[in-house]
């Protein structure tokens, strides 16, 4: 069974850092695109991190950039996603997603995905 499984969601403080974990099960990770989403209350679900699969080219939209970072390790087949300097707006549920190709960072380019885990950051 192919799962993804986030962990590493909280209640923080505005300013602080928080790593987001996401283990792959069912399928190796290597290979794969993968993707780190958000769904903010009245918002569009959005990519914040994304790893192209065929050349690894990394995507951050200008919200996060500088101030997110996403990495794997494939010993693990687990993905992360390092958030720094966090604010109040960073605030939803976050999703990781994997997917054979992964040509650019929106939903509709990954198959598989995780549960989600809440992200709160406090002012």
């Known amino acids: 069974e192919v799962q993804l499984v986030e962990s590493g969601g909280g209640l923080v403080q505005a300013g602080e850092s928080l790593t987001l974990s996401c283990a792959a099960s069912?399928?190796?990770?290597?290979?794969?695109?993968i993707g780190w989403f958000r769904q903010v209350p009245g918002k569009a679900r959005e990519g914040v991190s994304c790893?192209?699969?065929?050349?690894?080219?990394?995507y951050y939209p200008d919200s996060v950039k500088g101030r997110f970072t996403i990495s794997s390790d494939n010993g693990k087949n687990t993905v992360y996603l390092r958030m720094n300097s966090l604010k109040p707006e960073d605030t939803g549920v976050y999703y990781c997603?994997?997917?054979?190709?992964?040509?650019?960072?929106?939903?509709?380019?990954?198959?598989?995905w995780g549960q989600g885990t809440q992200v709160t950051v406090s002012s």
């Open positions: 997603a994997a997917g054979p190709t992964s040509t650019w960072c929106v939903d509709y380019e990954f198959r598989y």
């Open positions: 069912g399928f190796i990770l290597d290979g794969y695109g």
């Open positions: 790893i192209r699969s065929y050349d690894g080219r990394v």
